[in-house]
């Protein structure tokens, strides 16, 4: 019996596991939940159905009251941090965005290993998170989760290149990206995630996040790690050695699969998804990706190569540029300029703490939110 915490237990990958966990009762005991004040009839209907013994939220008493009957509650701001930090065998984070980055430090202060599908952990703070060591985190990102399997098949020093796959996002077919509307942004073609996720794959702005990611997770140099669509989302990322063999990572696009890896490791999940029907035909594509069309890539890569102050810039600064257009306050052709902008302002170098993160990121919210005021002038 493994002993598990989840981070963000009412988003997609939180519920996605504990699906896992209700099928595999024999493997997991659900030791503590934690999630912001959107659902929080879920979170406690979670904490029940599972017989968690605390749950941790943002949401203050008097959100939740009498739905937390029976029900221990850590509440506030840094809820998630300290629900990260209880004794257990591996700490699910599946909270999205840079707020993740603490529960992760925590979590791996603590002596826990963390199943990590918060990429902006690394982003926003690579060289903190693996000064714990490599070996204390299980990617859950399907690009990264298919790297981390692939590399199995030979040595570090006869690895090429990585290949990390791309679905393309919504707009993989469209030339022309003015005037495009929130609604068809959020028209992903092959996967379900929440709102900043879903419009971070139509600038491929995540697929620039998920380069800084392998980056920091495998310690792969930026000019050994490329990136191409492919639409079907199938084969989720492959490994190239020098000899000339490549090694991909195939499943059907959905989350459970890493999940259940990452839990379970170096165990796999019986039935964790659903396998690959070979009797039936299949058509797998490929493609480069126009840097021209979707600038975030070679943006991403410019701010790896500066260091992680740029970085945890260049997270930030989306967060808040992809906001603004979720607001309707800026254009989705403007998302990557105005994150651009504000990582022209920063110089090259790496931060030192945790207190670094936190001043770079508000300078960065700042600088960006001026600039989106100045072009709404």
Not at 186 to 206: D, Q, Y
Not at 262 to 281: E, F, H, M, N
Request: proline fraction near 5%; include cysteine.
């Amino acid at each position: 019996m493994r002993d598990i915490v989840i981070l963000g237990s009412t988003g997609s990958i939180g519920v996605q596991a504990l699906e896992l966990v209700a099928a595999n009762p024999e493997l997991f005991r659900v030791v503590g939940l934690s999630a912001g004040s959107q659902k929080l009839p879920l979170l406690f209907e979670q904490a029940r159905t599972f017989r968690v013994p605390v749950v941790g939220t943002t949401a203050s008493r008097d959100a939740w009251g009498s739905l937390a009957d029976g029900v221990a509650v850590i509440d506030g701001p840094l809820a998630s941090t300290e629900i990260a930090a209880i004794p257990c065998d591996i700490v699910l984070n599946g909270i999205t965005g840079s707020i993740g980055l603490g529960p992760t430090l925590a979590a791996l202060g603590a002596g826990n290993k963390v199943a990590l599908a918060n990429k902006e952990s690394l982003v926003a703070g690579g060289p903190l998170v693996m000064a714990f060591g490599a070996d204390r985190i299980i990617p859950v990102d399907s690009e990264h989760s298919a790297l981390y399997q692939a590399l199995l098949a030979g040595k570090r020093s006869e690895v090429k290149k990585f290949i990390i796959t791309a679905s393309g996002g919504a707009f993989r077919d469209r030339t022309d990206l003015t005037g495009v509307t929130v609604d068809e942004a959020l028209m992903h073609p092959t996967w379900s995630m929440g709102p900043m996720v879903t419009i971070n794959s139509a600038t491929l702005m995540n697929k620039g996040l998920e380069i800084i990611e392998a980056h920091y997770l495998f310690d792969m140099p930026y000019a050994q790690i490329d990136a191409v669509i492919h639409p079907q989302s199938v084969i989720h990322s492959m490994v190239e050695y020098i000899d000339g063999s490549t090694i991909a990572q195939l499943s059907p696009p959905n989350m459970k699969g890493p999940i259940g890896y990452a839990l379970g490791y170096p165990d796999r999940v019986k039935r964790a998804t659903t396998p690959i029907d070979w009797t039936s035909s299949h058509q797998w594509n490929f493609e480069a990706i126009d840097t021209k069309k979707f600038g975030s890539i070679d943006l991403a890569r410019e701010a790896g190569q500066m260091g992680s102050i740029a970085t945890a810039t260049l997270n930030a600064a989306n967060e808040v540029a992809v906001q603004s257009f979720i607001d309707k306050r800026l254009e989705f052709s403007e998302i990557v300029k105005v994150v651009a902008q504000s990582l022209s302002r920063v110089d090259k170098g790496d931060l030192r703490d945790f207190a670094d993160v936190s001043a770079v990121e508000q300078n960065a919210r700042m600088i960006t939110a001026e600039y989106i005021e100045e072009l709404a002038q």
